[in-house]
């Protein structure tokens, strides 16, 4: 009888996907929104004042070699070196989420290159061309790799990789068939390789013959601008955010794009006739007084999506905290109704938290190592139930995942890949108040800080027979009320007189403590 519950619960009935692309563009900021069902799945925002460097290729000059961290540090212009480890300035191996592909006469002759070689291929002083994946975060410079690939509608570029592969994504074997032989009837230059995209799957060969047609043209045009130009210069800059959506967003199954920017509709029309003219009638160019993103209700969803709490269907809720080393996520029940059915009470805010941590992780831009914390379940059928959940969910993710089951401590680790900082640290700044913490000194905790100011004060300048102590309203309120006795006590030990005043500029820790004759400055 639960087993069936819990089927009911896990699976869901296959429907048309019904998804909407919204852009709006605004004179500091630019904000893409993507939508299933009119719920918020994707999100990004481009400003003019923080610039996006990763995916960028750039001709770059090797500044020191460090044998120690086995890594190269490059100048390629941006004030910061990048940081190019040995092992990414080798010609790597196709990622797991692509299944290589072998085509006829492809083999490479010469001698593979080793960790050990990169020293001497790349002196300090020489050039080297580099592609960013991922951009400065904090202090740390942009990380770069010799791995070069350049990314088109529905293939992947790779100039100086000579292998060929396929999206795992794309399931069917008749259609993974049908595109290797696509990929063996496409004419690419020795030594270049390609990788079919997802959203290659059932295009005809003469969508990717113009898409290839497009990369070379592209990378034509950096080969160009490599023997002109000195190191360092940037050599390719990659689309911004509207044509990166255009690229990587506009599939079949989106019916609608609306933008509020009438050049920017001409220009995605003229973007997307290079891909599909069919297309063109989806974009709608959006024209009334209340604000697109208001409109289709994306406006709430994204400050709700930002909470540290985030509530689940069942009454249950979620806790996301961003660390330095991590993010921690905690499942909670909160009011979902135990009762009688608390097994199938605690699977059901599970799987709901597997979808919705699977959402945030995407709407946040959350990538590192992160630990979720699910609601302990007893049976190792339903943590296997929530794992595969979560594992279904994160399969929509275009950012490298790699997950662990669930351990005995009812953990499940993950890493998701960081290319730049998360959403949430692009919006908003520490605290001026508590400083990033999250939280402040309680007016009890102020009350005694201030008390042993004072009392530092009457021993060190015996003096001084009258005080003014500037403070937060909040922490007087304590000092008139139940510290009061305490107070009278300390004018008797001083044999004077203690002034408070609240000033709005102090925030809730501080204070200052000032001699009430001279005005001087004193703590």
Known sequence: MIFDRIKQLVRHPKKKSNKEIAISCEPLERRVALLDEGLLEEFAIERGSQKEIASNIYKGRVNNVDLGLKALFVDIGIGKNAFLHFW????????????????????????????EDIPNIYPPGSEVIVQVTKGPIGTKGPRVTTNVTLAGRYLVLMPYNEQFGISRKIED?????RLRKILNELNIPEGMGLIIR??????KLRYFVRDLAMLLQKWDAIEKKMKEYPAPVLLYMEPDLI????????????????????????RIKDLVSLISKRSQKKIIYYNEPIPLFEKLNIEKQIDTAFMRKVELPSGGYIIIDETEALVAIDVNTGKAKVGKDQDNT????????????SRQLRLRNIGGL????????????????????????VRKDRAKINLLPISSFGLVEMTRQRVQESIWHSLYIPCPHCHGR????????????????????????????????FLNSFVLDRLKSEDEELLVDLERRMQGKLYFRTDPRINYEEFKIVNAQTGEDIL
């Not at 074997?173 to 068939?177: H, L, N, T, V, Y």
């Not at 992160?370 to 969910?393: A, N, T």
């Not at 201030?450 to 102590?469: D, F, G, M, S, T």
């Open 346 to 357: 605690i699977l059901k805010t599970n799987i709901e938290a597997a979808i919705e941590i």
């Open 438 to 469: 999250g939280m402040v000194k309680s007016p009890e905790t102020m009350s005694i800080e201030i008390q042993r100011a004072i009392n530092r004060v009457i021993r060190l300048h015996p003096e001084i027979k009258e005080l003014r102590v």
């Open 173 to 177: 074997p008749k259609e993974r068939a």
């Open 370 to 393: 992160v630990v979720i914390d699910f609601i302990d379940m007893k049976s190792r059928r339903e943590q296997h139930m929530v794992f595969e959940k979560l594992k279904e969910c």
């Open 88 to 115: 990414d300035a080798i010609p790597a191996a196709l990622d797991i989420g692509v299944e290589l592909f072998e085509r006829k006469g492809t083999k490479s002759k010469l001698r593979p290159i080793r960790a």
């Open 243 to 266: 044509e990166r959506t255009v690229r990587d967003f506009l599939t079949d199954d989106v019916e609608k794009i609306y933008i509020d920017d009438e050049n920017e509709v001409k």
């Open 198 to 203: 997802t959203v290659g799957e059932g295009q």
